[in-house]
């Protein structure tokens, strides 16, 4: 079992590895996701990472968050097998959202070119919706993150316990990669609903945006399928395998 203090420092390491590594390709799905498009806002600027500071600053402590609450929950009796990690990582999610919704909102302006810096991205989101702009989203996220954890971690459980019994970061980050795959392209639709609302100047609801999204046609729904895939197959296997990695280190 994995011990408070060190889920909190692998969760530091692997969510600020993870985030940064995988930055740019996570600019190429909100733009796609977004109402200008990929075409609109081009990727001539890729290469400037704006809105990394953001991603960086919440990284840490919002992925300590779940694996602390991960890790915990792990350790009750709640029926174990599938239904702990699922109710352990939805828990966790939960808790992380607290801090990666306000940093996603800075940062996906910024990717959107909506602010030139992740302290513009701020300011303007203080200043025209106060506190609660920085918590747009939040329900979706969650509603997003939920059923997205509770399908990776089952999954990335059991690959390890078959796969990876020896504890190898390597192999870890294998079955993570897999996992996030699956789990990232089941919850896409509800990924896209989330980036417009955080990119929405309006106070929009849940429902006007998928009935936009309804217009633009069910492909919408799947804008930046592909991004997200490869990100978070690529991301399953950096955060997890640094994660493991770290914990295996550390003991």
């Avoid at 607290?98 to 602010?115: F, I, N």
């Avoid at 998928?210 to 919408?220: A, N, P, V, Y």
Wanted: hydrophobic share 45%.
């Amino acid at each position: 079992m994995v011990s408070d203090r060190n889920a909190i420092i692998g969760g530091c390491a692997a969510g600020f590895v993870v985030d940064i590594a995988l930055f740019p390709i996570d600019t190429i799905k909100t733009r796609m996701q977004s109402r200008q498009g990929l075409r609109s806002l081009g990727l001539s600027d890729l290469h400037k990472l704006k809105g990394v500071g953001a991603a960086a600053v919440g990284s840490m402590p919002g992925s300590a968050l779940f694996f602390l609450t991960y890790e915990h929950v792990k350790r009750m009796n709640y029926g174990g097998g599938a239904k702990q990690h699922m109710l352990a990582s939805s828990l966790g999610e939960i808790m992380a959202c607290l801090v990666r919704v306000p940093t996603e909102v800075v940062k996906q302006r910024v990717q959107a070119k909506l602010a030139r810096s992740s302290w513009e991205g701020l300011k303007h989101t203080l200043a025209n919706a106060g506190l609660r702009g920085l918590y747009v989203g939040y329900g979706t996220t969650v509603m997003r993150e939920i059923p997205f954890a509770a399908i990776q971690y089952p999954i990335w459980e059991k690959l390890r316990s078959a796969y990876n019994p020896e504890g190898s970061g390597f192999k870890s980050g294998v079955c993570g990669s897999v996992a996030g795959a699956v789990a990232g392209g089941l919850t896409t639709p509800i990924d896209v609903v989330k980036t417009r609302l955080m990119l929405s100047t309006k106070n929009e609801g849940v429902v006007k945006v998928i009935r936009e999204l309804h217009k633009e046609g069910l492909s919408s729904f799947f804008k930046g399928f592909s991004a997200r895939i490869g990100w978070l197959s690529i991301g399953g296997f950096v955060y997890l395998g640094t994660y493991q990695t770290v914990i295996e280190f550390i003991v």
